[in-house]
């Protein structure tokens, strides 16, 4: 699970830094027999695993699990980062890395491509959804974890990879060079839904606030002034940067506080405020969480729930409500230390907890009970009185034109209806109920488009 982390600064880091040389220098100095007693244990421990244990191990390795043995025993999300892990974490936090632009998982040992990413190497090179990928620049895949594989596939930016890919169970293997380009991960995804804007943020990192800013522009310049409100989905979203949290609930908060954190230390305690501007331009917003909606995505959901911004919908979210910090150690990684809690505007800290939506709605799969049902309305009636507002129907029948009574073409007019006007309407690509390659039905988003759409309706009769 990603998790919550400060945005570090170089002055950040050397305040932190002298913050450990003075807590080591405090234990220096009050040092006491079962302190030394203690370490005695672990020395004693450490010499006899290194000359016992059935398999040869290095003094490295014993170290690092014992560190973080150490970190991981205070909660769970405490741990310490060897230099690999460490370079991992901030590519995932930055957003962008050299390689093929190809979301993957494992199958069978293999490497099955789950999605291109768009304008990347992969994408313009015709690679598809379930492709899978057998070989790396002609040795197989066969027997590396998804890690390794991943790591093979990334690389220095310019640099050619030929990739050996397999498609459909019965498909001839063929190959593709592909040049690793810069790779930027995509955290904001957006689109229309009629006349609301939806905008699904999928983690937190240094790319989010920037994609957020385009998605909103691009709705309003499409939607222009029929755009009635926004949904916000931070359904599984499993957090990221603190920052990023903090600019995005400002993107749509004019002033207050957002979010405010508390250490061990009253000192140390920092509150986050927002700035004037609201870029929804006071329209009404619906965020979406569920238990997937971690850390980040709670401070967003908690700040727009507390200044009554935005109307939360869908499940309990996680309840991760610490911060941890990124503490590196130079000449080896990091270690990831939780520092402190943090609490939304209210005062109340998640912590175990998550954020409670204002509406709850489980996911569901909707199905028309009455279809196929011949109901009578009054119209049906013999002798029925006429509404004198309905006109008359036609008493004469045009003229018969040329043709008159052959069978129309195939497939009628483009656009045009079954002659018994009854067929249901093809689906189409936007809502994808039933259309290939789309998802299915969402009802949690369905319930936030009608929330929306009501309260614009109520607004506007209000007016």
Do not use: C, W
């Amino acid at each position: 699970m990603r998790i919550v982390k400060r945005a570090a600064t170089a002055a950040a880091l050397v305040f932190l830094g002298a913050g450990v040389a003075t807590v080591t220098a405090q234990v220096n100095s009050n040092n006491s027999s079962e302190t030394y007693r203690q370490l005695n244990l672990f020395g004693d421990v450490f010499e006899r695993v290194r000359a016992e244990y059935v398999e040869t191990t290095t003094d490295e390795q014993l170290i690092e699990s014992a560190i973080n043995g150490m970190l991981t025993s205070l909660d769970p999300h405490s741990s310490y980062l060897n230099r690999k892990s460490f370079q991992d974490m901030q590519v995932q936090t930055r957003g962008e890395f050299g390689g093929l632009g190809i979301e993957v998982t494992m199958e069978n040992g293999l490497i099955k491509v789950v999605s291109p990413i768009d304008d990347t190497p992969a994408f313009r090179a015709g690679l598809q959804p379930g492709d899978l990928i057998i070989q790396l620049n002609g040795e197989a895949v066969m027997g590396l974890s998804l890690n390794e594989a991943v790591e093979k596939m990334r690389g220095p930016v310019g640099s050619d990879i030929k990739v050996t890919v397999r498609r459909g169970e019965a498909g001839e293997p063929f190959e593709v060079t592909l040049t690793r380009a810069v790779i930027k991960v995509q955290s904001v995804r957006f689109r229309t839904e009629g006349d609301i804007g939806y905008v699904r943020i999928t983690s937190f990192n240094e790319q989010t606030q920037q994609g957020l800013e385009k998605a909103i522009a691009a709705i309003q310049q499409q939607l222009g002034g029929k755009l009635k409100g926004y949904v916000l989905d931070l359904r599984n979203n499993p957090g990221g940067l603190l920052d990023q949290a903090v600019s995005v609930s400002d993107t749509f908060l004019e002033k207050g506080e957002i979010v405010s954190t508390r250490g061990r230390k009253a000192e140390e305690g920092t509150r986050y405020n927002a700035k004037p501007g609201d870029l929804a331009k006071g329209l009404p917003v619906v965020v979406l969480v569920n238990g997937g909606s971690a850390s980040a995505s709670e401070i967003v959901a908690g700040a727009l729930q507390d200044h009554k911004r935005a109307l939360i919908l869908g499940t309990q979210s996680f309840g991760k409500g610490s911060v941890q910090t990124i503490i590196p150690l130079p000449g080896h990684g990091a270690m990831r230390l939780t520092t402190a809690r943090y609490y939304t505007p209210s005062g109340k800290s998640i912590q175990a907890l998550g954020i409670t939506p204002d509406i709850e709605v489980h996911p569901a799969r909707v199905e028309e009970t009455d279809q196929g049902l011949i109901r009578r309305r009054e119209s049906d009636l013999r002798g029925a009185l006429r509404n004198p507002d309905t006109p008359r129907p036609a008493t004469t029948q045009p003229a018969p034109g040329p043709g008159a009574g052959a069978a129309p073409a195939p497939g009628g007019a483009p656009g045009s209806a079954p002659a018994n006007g009854n067929a249901p309407a093809a689906p189409s690509a936007e809502n994808g109920e039933g259309a290939p390659n789309q998802p299915p039905f969402d009802y949690q988003l369905a319930r936030a488009l009608d929330l929306l759409r009501g309260v614009a309706l109520f607004q506007a009769r209000a007016n």
